[in-house]
Nanobody, 119 residues
């Protein structure tokens, strides 16, 4: 079965850095990424990456965050620099799989890792 394991969340002061990791197993993944959800807000895309290396970033993290992927290990990383208190949220790993017979794409989610940025 598909399983996503996240790590790297924690407490950091404003201006500091964290590196999130997510390892997916159990399938072939055509895209992976990170979403986040702050209290009282909707879950939103932070960054995504395809197996070919194409990346997409939310405007609020451009220039500060970098997403990368190890395709052989099915691991995606999110290097977060210059963190702000507004970045405080639960960060969720996302991976997309394709059913070979129907080409139906499914989303899979990790349990989330909490990132807290203090002033």
């Amino acid at each position: 079965q598909v399983q996503l394991v996240e790590s790297g969340g924690g407490l950091v002061q404003a201006g500091g850095s964290l590196r999130l990791s997510c390892t997916a197993s159990g399938s072939i993944f055509n895209a992976m990424g990170w979403y986040r959800q702050a209290p009282g807000k909707q879950r939103e895309l932070v960054a995504s990456i395809t197996t070919g290396g194409s990346t997409n970033y939310a405007d609020f993290v451009k220039g500060r965050f970098t997403i990368s992927r190890n395709n052989r290990q099915n691991t995606v990383f999110l290097q977060m620099n210059s963190l702000k208190p507004e970045d405080t949220a639960v960060y969720y790993c996302n991976a997309k799989t394709t059913h070979q017979a129907t080409l139906y794409v499914s989303d899979h989610w990790g349990k989330g890792t909490l990132v807290t940025v203090s002033s």
